[in-house]
C-alpha cells in the first residue's frame, strides 16, 4: 500500500455521519399505557379491543403539557418537558432509524444517541450549541472518535480500521497536519503543510 493509498484510506474512514437536528415530536410511553387502561375500561369490566389515535398529552396540575407521544408522516416520537415546558428529552423513530436527544434547562440539545445504516453514534454539544464530541462504530470500518473545538470545527479524529488504529490533527481551516498510524508495516507519522502537502514522513 504506497502512502497515498494509506492516507486516502485514512481519510475515507475518518468521515462520521451527523444527523442534523429534528423538531420535538414528543411523548411518554408510560402514561400512554395508564391512559389507554383509564380510557379503554368499562365500569363493567369489559375492554375495547383497540384505542386509536395520533397524539396523546399529558399535563400537570397547571394544565401545562409535560409528555407527548405523537406520530406524523416523519415517524414516531415521545418527549418531555419540564415544570416551565422546555423539552428535556425526545425520543423518535424515522425512516433513518431511532435516535434520543437530550437538552439542558434552556432547550438545548447536548446530546444525542442515534442509529443509522452506517451505524450508531453518540454526540454531546456545549452550553454554547456546538458539538465538541462524535462517537461511532461504521459498519464498513469500524469505530472513531472526532473531537471538535469551540467553532464546532473537527480538531482531531482516532479511528481502529482492519489494517490498524490512526489519528489525525486538523487545523483551524479544516487542513489536514498529522497521521499516526500503526499497520503491518509498522508505525508511520505524515506531516502536511498548510496546503494538505505531505512534508515528511518517519519511518
Known amino acids: 500500500m504506497t502512502t497515498e493509498e494509506r492516507i486516502e484510506r485514512l481519510e475515507r474512514s475518518l468521515i462520521l455521519e451527523k444527523r442534523g ?10 402514561i400512554l399505557g395508564c391512559l389507554t387502561i383509564a380510557a379503554t375500561t368499562k365500569p363493567s369490566g369489559d375492554v375495547v379491543p383497540e384505542l386509536r389515535a395520533k397524539q396523546f398529552t399529558l399535563v400537570d396540575d397547571q ?10 408522516k416523519n415517524g414516531l416520537g415521545l418527549g418531555i418537558n419540564d415544570e416551565n415546558g422546555i423539552p428535556r428529552a425526545v425520543l423518535f423513530v424515522d425512516a433513518s432509524g431511532p435516535a434520543l436527544n437530550l437538552y ?13 445504516k452506517g451505524g450508531p453514534g453518540l454526540y454531546l454539544w456545549d ?5 465538541r464530541i462524535g462517537l461511532g462504530v461504521k459498519d464498513q470500518s469500524g469505530p472513531v472518535i472526532i473531537l471538535y473545538d ?12 482492519k489494517d490498524g488504529p490512526g489519528m489525525c490533527l486538523i487545523d483551524a481551516n479544516g487542513n489536514l497536519r498529522a497521521i499516526m498510524t500503526e499497520e503491518k508495516e509498522g508505525p508511520a507519522l505524515y506531516m502536511f503543510d498548510a496546503k494538505g502537502k505531505a512534508i515528511w514522513k518517519a519511518p
Open 104 to 116: 439542558d434547562e434552556k432547550g438545548k440539545v447536548r446530546g444525542r444517541l442515534d442509529t443509522v
Open 127 to 131: 452550553n454554547n450549541g456546538k458539538e
Open 150 to 161: 469551540e467553532n464546532g470545527k473537527p480538531r482531531g479524529k482516532f479511528i481502529t480500521i
Open 21 to 30: 437536528n429534528r423538531w420535538m415530536m414528543g411523548s411518554a410511553l408510560l
Open 63 to 72: 394544565g401545562r403539557a409535560r409528555a407527548k407521544l405523537g406520530l406524523d
